[in-house]
């Protein structure tokens, strides 16, 4: 149809520009200037802090439930591996290459498309797009910034590559920072403790530990130890040795939770760097579940972070693109798959309104 065509254009000459600027996390003056701009000449009222946009899709009603839509337009630095230039939006063979393609420009434009496809329609639920900054830093200044200016949602619809599969969970993400204490004292001689070997019997915990409770959709929460710090002589018994944890805790877990089963077994004091970084999942009989089902979406949960670890509602993860292009050199979206995630998230927010209406 017509409409979808030029949502499907739109979608693309807004990649693009948003390909053709740099805006590496924390500095995304630049795209939160375009997105304002494709806003604008729409005649769609949009608010901005720092960064961060959004805009509502019809007038705040709130007594209605509320969909959240987001998506990030932050990128990491591109590798040294690039042929081509990160920044030149090209179009081969059906793909569009360029930084910030796939991750996550391509679900990005799409959730926008799909506002502009609901925009000013008489809507069931309050329905507000968000633009967040940086996401891929899981900055102070994204879209956590933002939560207490945004009314509380019943759903948010993260935008990430996902192949079109729907993340329900999601692991959260906790850095710990371990040290165990001994005593210093000359090698030569039998004197001291050396931090090195009480380290050295938690990490041996660690290799082998086994978290309690294990997640339908996640599975496994894993600890590794990544980093590890002691000693500046080597005459000297090392009276500390600092390490680091990195712990992929589930829904199953809050993080609070997993860093007390982990404290209870080991020797060493341990200090998360933050407890934000929170696990998610959609409740049980949530409405989204039905409607992936009904609408043969493969559900799954993620292993990768997004901006679901912020978000304090329900939410689920699904985009067009590939999660394994994120980060890789030349990364590049297919067209197509900007045109079936435009598609599906109409799909689903169409289903969702007429589910909503029928309760009503």
């Known amino acids: ?42 005649s769609i009222p949009f608010e901005r802090s720092g960064n961060n946009l959004w805009a509502f899709a019809n007038a ?24 081509l230039d990160p920044f030149a939006p090209v179009e081969k063979d059906g793909k569009l290459f360029g930084l910030g393609s796939n991750d996550a420009g391509g679900p990005l434009v799409s959730l926008i498309a799909a506002f502009c496809y609901f925009y000013g329609k008489d809507l069931p639920f309050n329905l507000i797009i968000i633009a967040s900054a940086e996401e891929e830093i899981s900055g102070p200044n994204g879209i956590a910034s933002i939560i207490n200016q945004l009314p509380a949602c019943e759903l948010a619809i ?42 050295l019997d938690d990490l041996i915990k660690i290799r082998d530990f086994q978290f309690k409770k ?58 998360p760097r933050s407890l934000r970084l929170q696990s998610s999942h959609v409740p049980e009989g949530h409405l989204i579940l039905d409607i992936a089902k009904d609408m043969g979406i493969k559900t799954y949960g993620s292993p990768t972070l997004s901006d679901q670890a912020l978000i304090p509602y329900p939410s689920v993860k699904i985009g067009p693109g590939d999660s394994a292009r994120s980060h890789t050199a030349d990364e590049f979206i297919y067209l197509n798959e900007i045109q079936n995630g435009i598609s599906k998230y109409i799909a689903i927010l169409e289903s969702y309104s007429k589910s909503v209406k029928s309760a009503l």
């Not at 509320?66 to 591996?81: E, Q």
């Not at 805790?249 to 060493?268: H, I, P, R």
Request: aromatic fraction near 8%.
């Open 60 to 83: 705040f009603h709130p007594e209605l439930p509320t969909i959240w839509l987001n998506s990030h337009h932050d990128t990491v630095k591109p590798n040294a591996g690039y042929t």
């Open 1 to 42: 149809m017509k409409e979808f065509k030029l949502l499907f254009e739109d979608a693309v000459q807004l990649l693009k520009e948003l390909i053709s600027t740099p805006s590496y996390s924390k500095e995304e003056n630049d795209t939160a200037a375009i997105l304002g701009r494709f806003f604008s000449n729409r």
């Open 158 to 199: 993260v935008g990430e590559p996902t192949l079109l599969d729907m993340a329900v969970a999601e692991k959260g993400l906790m850095v710990i920072d371990a040290r165990s204490h001994g005593k210093a004292g000359h090698a030569a001689r039998e004197e001291g403790e050396n931090a090195l070997y009480l380290a």
């Open 214 to 271: 294990v997640s339908p959709f996640l599975g496994k929460t894993k600890v590794s130890a990544t980093v590890i710090q002691a000693g500046k002589q080597h005459n000297v018994v090392p009276d500390l040795c600092e390490f680091t944890l990195d712990v992929r805790v589930t829904d199953a877990y809050t993080l609070e939770e997993a860093l007390d089963e982990l404290a209870s077994n080991l020797n060493c004091d341990l200090k």
